[in-house]
């Protein structure tokens, strides 16, 4: 077996989520673990140059079936409007610490220069499919708005509740300003559906999956994490402890 430095990632990953319940369980072992997410952090980005691309594939490459996975449907009252109009009223706001806050259309999305890109999904439930995603990449998007100087954590806000919490999700601005940070609207060619995010969810290529939120409503930037819901930096981060940084 050939074990590349990207699966080794994931295997570590996985196998830290889904071995260490006992440890993590303390007070203690939180601590090692929060201390392990921080060298990941600095390992990575001390060896790798931030505008790396994933690996990307050809066609033929592609999952025959790309499954989805968390929330396959909001199921809320708004959330149902939405989808039965297809998504003609949906509007993502970019707010928070912006120059000129946005309420951008899915039209205004796919009127956008669009990146599309072949790349893996890896899940931390130990599966990965290989899918065609495009959409318009989020820099441009976040210039437009005019971040301003004290941003420095890009926030993403899903249509979504799991256990009567928001999901949500967040990446730094090295991970916001990456050519493959895309917000995708068609997935295979095709719009994306409902189970895997509809009407747009995040691309972040070089992240573990539960980072690429789906149904995003609201991109919000700000100048630190902790007073943003569990102040953990994601909702798995907040009730699992999963680790915040999960480059691959």
Known sequence: MILTRRSALVVGAGGLLAGCDAVGNSAIGR???R???????????????????AREFRPDQMSPVFRSNGTRNPDTVGYNAHAARDFADWRIRVDGL??????????????????????????????SAIGQWTGPRLQPILGFAG??????????????????RPYYESIDLVDAFHPQTILAWMLNGQPIGVPH???????VERQ????????????????????????????????????????I
């Open 98 to 127: 912006v120059a000129r806050p946005l309420a951008l259309s899915i039209t205004d999305l796919r009127a956008m220069p669009a990146r599309t890109q072949i790349t893996r999904h890896d899940c931390v439930e130990g599966w």
């Open 197 to 203: 995010g509809a009407p747009v969810r995040l691309r």
């Open 208 to 247: 573990l999956g539960y980072k690429h939120a789906k149904y995003v409503e609201r991109i919000e930037a700000v100048a630190s994490l902790d007073a943003v819901f569990g102040g953990k930096g994601g909702y798995w981060e907040d009730v699992a402890d999963y680790e915040w940084y999960a480059g």
């Open 31 to 33: 601590r090692v673990l």
């Open 35 to 53: 201390a392990g997410e921080d060298a990941h952090f600095a390992l990575q980005r001390g060896l790798t140059d931030r505008t790396a691309l």
């Open 147 to 164: 971040l301003l100087p004290a941003a420095r954590y890009i926030v993403f806000h899903c249509a979504d509740r799991l256990g009567g």
